[in-house]
Structures are given as structure tokens and as C-alpha cells.
């Protein structure tokens, strides 16, 4: 791995004793890019738990718990939950004009809030009338409205079932755009704006689609595989393929590796320019903050099979 991992140090028990003492976990990373230029890894939220898709918005880190369906708001300071809703097990998280589109992933719903969060709409069915299999992840779509990942059972033996969804930018018609997807978890548009890509979690992929016209999508084609992109770590599973996707402000593609404990920066012709680890394995998502600062905020648990799926919020600063 080119990135010196001083987790591996510290130890796993040393961290999760830091973490349950709400102490921030200071890390000092190594880039792969240059060799010589140095990175902080800062844990912002010590106690999530199974923290996903992270926003920032006025200057404030948004981001959701799965097991405790809530949504959490960071203001630089401190974590305060400023939504929750039994049952939900939210996922993903976007900005949807001046409200917030929800993943409810356990309950197969999507749910858009205002930022009060007074429930302003639950979408269970599509278009068709057709349920929902596991709301997972948003990406904006450029026109005011929304393309989302529907994962189905999260089991490399179950049939190949997942989908993409697109919302109007009037939030009234959702339609499935794509099927036959292993897993599909994040998304992003490149970029052109052109094509949507999809982490295809459990096929250790990310596809790329072309845009049509009213959010509809084109055939799909492989854009890389991540056994190419990087090479295994020595602790990988079954399970460690892509969750998060964003394209960066710096216009590289950043993939969240659920497995690996690491977000891989890609360039756009497909090369690693880096890889930025962190002491949770299961990294989920991420989001940008502050324009020109550089900084990318990551979520990551400890353990996904277990509640309450202990987790962190990281700063990661170049």
C-alpha cells in the first residue's frame, strides 16, 4: 500500500478506547501523489454510528446514522441530531432545492424534509406503482432533480436485482432508469455532466451510463474495476467493493472502499492519485467542504454487522 498506515501502530483497541472517550484521533497520513506531501486525518464525530452520506451545507457538515435513523448536524464544533425517524435506517442524504431528500433503506422509502424537519413527502412506489428494494444513495442530476441507487439484499449470492431510480426536480415522478445493477450504491455525474456513474458495490465495480434526455439513461459500460485502480489490501473480504462515489471540486472521482478502510482519489483518465486511509474499515461515503480549502469530510464504521455499528466522521485535510 503506498500510504503508511499509522493506524496499524496505534492498534484497533487503542482507537476504539480514544473513540469511546470522545477523544479526536489525530493522524498523520502520507500522500501517494508526490511522496512527500502530508495530510490530517481528524475524527469530528467520535460517537456515530454507522454514519452515510455526508452534505455540506452553510458552512455545516450534514450527514446520516443508519442505526439510529437520524439525521446529525456538525457546525464545527459539536454533533447535534436535528432529525429521527423509527424504522427508517437512513442511508443517503442530498439537498433537494431548499429541503432534504432522505434513504430510508430498511423501510424502502425516501422521504423529503424541510429544514425544520416537518416530513414533507414519503415515496415508497415509483411511478408504476413498483416498491422500492433498499433506497441507498443521491446524486443531483443537474436539472433540479435526483437520480437514486435502490440496492436490494446486500449478499453477494442473491440474485442481481438492484436498480437506479430518477425524481423529477418537482419531486412527483420517480422512474427506474436502470436494473440488473449487483448492489448499486453511489453515484455521481462526471465531468461533462454527460453520464451518471455507479458504484456497483458488489461486482467491485463503477459503471457509467450517458444521459438522455428527462433523466433517462443510456447503455451501460464498465469505467474501471477497482482490483485495477488499487491493489488489494491484505485484510480485504468478499465484501469491499465501492460505496460512496463524488466528483471532486478538484474534478477527480474520490470511491469510498466499504472493506478497505481507504477513499481512492481517481483521475479522469482512470489513474489513483492517491489514497487516503482511515482507522474505520467500512468507509461508507463522503462529501467536500469549504470551497477552496480542500477538505474532504469521510464517514466509516468499525463493525456492520453488529448494532450499534459503532462509527466515525472524519476531516481529512491536504
Not at 437514486?148 to 432508469?177: K, L, M, Q, T
Not at 491484505?234 to 467493493?241: A, K, L, M
Not at 471540486?249 to 489514497?275: M, T
Request: glycine share 12%; hydrophobic share 40%; charged share 15%.
Amino acid at each position: 500500500m503506498s500510504v503508511l498506515r499509522i493506524v496499524a501502530n496505534i492498534g484497533m483497541v487503542g482507537l476504539s478506547c480514544l473513540r469511546r472517550r470522545g477523544f479526536a484521533v489525530l493522524l498523520v497520513l502520507l500522500g501517494v501523489a508526490d511522496g512527500a506531501a502530508a495530510a490530517t486525518v481528524t475524527a469530528v464525530d467520535p460517537d456515530a454510528h454507522y454514519p452515510e452520506g455526508p452534505a455540506w451545507r452553510d458552512g455545516q457538515l450534514f450527514y446520516v446514522e443508519y442505526s439510529g435513523s437520524n439525521i446529525k448536524r456538525w457546525d464545527g464544533t459539536h454533533a447535534t441530531i436535528v432529525w429521527h425517524s423509527d424504522g427508517c435506517g437512513a442511508s443517503g442524504l442530498i439537498e433537494f432545492h431548499s429541503h432534504w431528500l432522505v434513504a430510508c433503506y430498511d423501510d424502502n422509502s425516501v422521504r423529503e424534509i424541510d429544514t425544520s424537519g416537518r416530513q414533507v413527502r414519503v415515496s415508497r412506489l415509483d411511478s408504476r406503482g413498483r416498491p422500492f428494494a433498499g433506497p441507498n444513495d443521491f446524486a443531483a442530476d443537474g436539472h433540479g432533480g435526483a437520480y437514486f441507487s435502490s440496492s436490494g439484499v446486500y449478499d453477494i449470492r442473491a440474485p442481481i436485482a438492484g436498480a437506479v431510480y430518477h425524481i423529477s426536480a418537482n419531486g412527483r415522478v420517480i422512474r427506474e432508469v436502470a436494473d440488473t445493477l449487483h448492489y448499486p450504491n453511489g453515484l455521481t455525474l462526471d465531468h461533462d455532466g454527460k453520464h451518471l456513474l455507479v458504484a456497483e458495490m458488489l461486482a467491485g465495480r463503477i459503471l457509467v451510463f450517458p444521459l438522455g434526455a428527462n433523466g433517462t439513461l443510456g447503455r451501460r459500460s464498465v469505467w474501471a474495476r477497482l482490483q485495477d485502480l488499487a491493489p488489494p489490501t491484505p485484510s480485504q473480504g468478499p465484501y469491499n467493493g465501492p460505496d460512496g462515489l463524488k466528483l471532486g471540486p478538484d474534478g477527480n472521482y474520490y470511491i469510498a472502499q466499504n472493506g478497505s478502510g481507504r477513499v481512492l482519489e481517481v483521475s479522469a483518465d482512470k489513474q489513483l492519485v492517491r489514497a487516503i486511509d482511515v482507522p474505520t474499515p467500512f468507509v461508507t461515503n463522503l462529501a467536500f467542504g469549504a470551497a477552496g480549502t480542500g477538505t474532504v469530510f469521510i464517514t466509516g464504521a468499525f463493525d456492520q454487522w453488529q448494532a450499534p455499528y459503532a462509527g466515525v466522521v472524519y476531516r481529512w485535510q491536504p
